[in-house]
């Protein structure tokens, strides 16, 4: 199995907010996530950036988005350049691994925001990172 060497090196929380005016008096069983990677080749990091939005009668009450950006060892992200096509492709389980770790991060952060406020029985479930990201990953190198 090939390791690949990675740490946390930032995280941020880039967007919060209650609503309160869009409460309803029930948080919907439905909840609306999205995930966007992005990556630094000079600095060898990528990004995952995290949202989450959670509804009542299908207006958002509370909104988090969270970034996480992982340090990479120098070698592994040389591994995932392709210089000729100017693109970084990023293996998928890597890719969702380091969603999965985002995903904590964020529930974490939600649980802290919440806590001592009216909605501090919300609790971002587990989430299928497979169903937003399957394959690898490719981010055109900008110019």
Do not use: W, Y
């Not at 990091?45 to 970034?67: D, G, M």
């Not at 100017?86 to 389980?93: K, V, Y």
């Amino acid at each position: 199995m090939n390791q690949l060497g990675f740490a946390i090196a930032n995280i941020r929380t880039t967007e919060f907010a209650i609503l309160k005016e869009n409460f309803s008096g029930e948080i919907d069983a439905e909840f609306g996530t999205a995930f966007r990677i992005g990556a630094n080749n000079e600095e060898t990091f990528i990004a995952i950036h995290f949202e989450v939005q959670f509804l009542s009668k299908e207006k958002t009450v509370i909104k988090l988005a969270v970034e996480c950006a992982f340090d990479i060892e120098e070698k592994s992200f040389a591994s995932f350049l392709n210089e000729k096509n100017q693109e970084l492709s990023i293996p998928g389980g890597f890719c969702r691994h380091l969603a999965v770790i985002t995903v904590g991060t964020a529930r974490g952060i939600l649980h802290e925001k919440l806590n001592d406020t009216d909605f501090e029985e919300v609790i971002l479930p587990s989430i299928n990172v497979t169903e937003h990201i399957q394959e690898e990953t490719v981010i055109l190198k900008s110019k």
